[in-house]
């Protein structure tokens, strides 16, 4: 099956630092990849739809500026949580669609990283 | 409408016995209609999926019923072991992934 891995698995940082986490898709192209942010015993919410070459598309009430995403070719994508703060704290997940484009195409998801804001 | 609810919230199931767990929506012009599974700490998995022009789909133990005039479609899981205790969720694809609340499923041996 197809394969996708998220860079780093935990990540414990002070308030106000900024993180980067790395999704990537292992054995398959992504033109569009995906971020969820999860709270313990929520499901998932979507943040933003990233495509391969442009700017990500984001979900009403995520903020652009603190949230950066950048998907910067078919296999990686990143986000970077800027000035970080308590709650911030979450699971953040990415996914990957692999197919032709389509928005029935299956998706793929990473591992996942906790996200602990001291 | 983009809302899909799954019910019930938690579900404790003997070894053997056969779990239920239902999702209802609005939107008609969703297309597509995955369960993903979930392990604390992981992310979650595609467990099976199906589209709206079939009724039933079974794969293994997991068998997805759909009933489009209803809006509401349901994961059964046969012979439920241990091992499957975790979080379902469904979710419905209408340009973007849209998903349940999940179902925190225990199976007890």
Known sequence: ?118 | QQQVKQSPQSLIVQKGGISIINCAYENTAFDYFPWYQQFPGKGPALLIAIRPDVSEKKEGRFTISFNKSAKQFSLHIMDSQPGDSATYFCAAMGGKLIFGQGTELSVKP
């Open chain 1, 1 to 118: 099956g197809a394969v996708v891995s998220q860079h780093p698995s935990r990540v414990i940082c002070k308030s106000g630092t900024s993180v980067k986490i790395e999704c990537r898709s292992l054995d398959f192209q992504a033109t569009t990849m995906f971020w969820y942010r999860q709270f313990p015993k929520q499901s998932l919410m979507l943040m933003a739809t990233s495509n391969e070459g442009s700017k990500a598309t984001y979900e009403q009430g995520v903020e652009k500026d603190k949230f950066l995403i950048n998907h910067a070719s078919l296999t990686l994508s990143t986000l970077t949580v800027t000035s970080a703060h308590p709650e911030d704290s979450s699971f953040y997940i990415c996914s990957a669609r692999r197919g032709g484009g389509r928005s029935t195409d299956t998706q793929y998801f990473g591992p996942g990283t906790r996200l602990t804001v001291l």
